[in-house]
């Protein structure tokens, strides 16, 4: 069944302010910048990806809410992937991670255990030419992948959406054809995008949510949502509107029935850059409420339904502050 929706008008709802609940340093870590978003499972533990200007392929964290920094994930530990670049990661079921990479020599997704030990690394074989951005590890050992066309071939435009389901030995099992799925013309992000044959994609994010579905963002305003079941179904297909102009989303979580939408619109002139997280019903992007970010703190982390995680700094030191409406 296919559910759309948008879900509220521009400048419609009150924003709301967040307050801080609790501030945990992170032990032995002095400020840094992270690269990509933060993720988190559902345990509350972050992976971060630390800029390391000395690293060439910088690894990924693993925070507990306590502030300990648990495992290092990094790519480099395997030989073979010193010289790669890693697009996406997703943190697993038995508490590892997996990440996407990129060659020499192709396509590859990097399996580590829960302790951060390398554990095998799977090509994936596509057939075409393709852009990959998104990475979901799915239940069972199969992976989701999506990202753009690079080169045209037999049923495909340069720019088009791809989105597969991938088995653990690296073949396609589905290739989906999403209903009115993004055009490469619908540049409504970055505007340093020029670049990307498809920037709703590119800076698009997908995860897997509680109910077991793949929840699939394109970054375009409205933000459109496919929700696609691990076997490769359209589950159903919403939007939902940014609640500030010229805003677009950049990052989203779901928890406990519920979605939290970062909604992001950089300066331009006097204007300062602005920053609100909508929050909606996950099952079919009916509002609940809006949250202005937080002065002065880092990037969002997590989202629990009620609480929102950030990262910041305090004290010379990096540092997670938790907060609730």
Known sequence: ???????????????????????????????????????????????????????????????????????????????????????????????????????????????????????SSIPVDLGFAADLTQLVSLPGGNFFLSGTVTTKSEGRESGDPVNLIVDAQGRVLRDLRLPKDVRPDQKANAKDAHDEANPAVAHGRALLGEDGNIYIMRSVSPALFFVVSPAGTLVRKFGISAPIPKSVPRMFAVAKGRMAVEFYRGAEGKQPQKIVYRVVNAGDGRYVADYSTLPGRGGWACFSGDDFTFLGAENEQEVIVTTSP
Request: proline residues 7%; charged residues 20%.
């Open 1 to 119: 069944m296919t559910v759309v929706a948008f879900c509220c008008g521009l400048s419609a709802q009150t924003e709301l302010q967040l307050r801080e609940d609790h501030i945990t340093p992170i032990v032995g870590m002095r400020p840094t910048p992270t690269l990509d978003s933060v993720k988190c499972n559902a345990d509350g533990d972050l992976f971060v990806r630390f800029f390391h200007i000395a690293l060439l392929v910088e690894p990924i964290t693993k925070i507990k809410l306590s502030g300990a920094t648990d495992v290092l994930f990094s790519i480099g530990s395997d030989p073979e992937n010193r010289n790669a670049s890693m697009v996406d990661f997703s943190p697993t079921e038995a508490g590892g991670l997996d990440a996407l990479i990129l060659g020499p020599p192709g396509v590859k997704i990097v399996r580590f255990s829960k302790d951060g030990r390398f554990d």
